[in-house]
């Protein structure tokens, strides 16, 4: 059974970090993109970040030069490296497998919530 396991999220002060793990199963991860997508209440989802199967990255301008993605296909977890997070940033993250604009499969989501 294919599974996306999101974790790492939590509350946080503006200016901190966080790092989302996604730990997937059932498939082989190096054959697939993964995205990360997030989605705050009232608002439409939005990709982050996005990386290839080959491990070339691409962020939304919201959070260029803030976030970061890794993987490690051997551990079957991708990675959201968030730093400076702002308030603005809150909101539930998901990460998908398929490929990058049109995602299949979706894990449950974790909250991240920038407060002071």
């Known amino acids: 059974q294919l599974q996306l396991v999101e974790s790492g999220g939590g509350a946080v002060q503006p200016g901190g970090s966080l790092r989302l793990s996604c730990v997937t199963s059932?498939?082989?991860?190096?054959?697939?993109?993964i995205a990360w997508f997030r989605q705050a209440p009232g608002k439409e989802r939005e990709r982050v970040s996005c990386?290839?199967?080959?491990?070339?990255?691409n962020f939304a301008d919201s959070v260029k030069g803030r976030f970061t993605s890794s993987r490690e296909n051997a551990k079957n977890t991708v990675y959201l490296q968030m730093n400076s997070l702002k308030p603005e940033d809150t909101a539930v993250y998901y990460c998908a497998a398929g490929n990058c604009a049109y995602p299949t499969y979706w894990g449950q989501g974790t909250q991240v919530t920038v407060s002071s």
């Open positions: 059932g498939f082989s991860l190096g054959n697939y993109d």
């Open positions: 990386i290839t199967s080959g491990g070339s990255t």
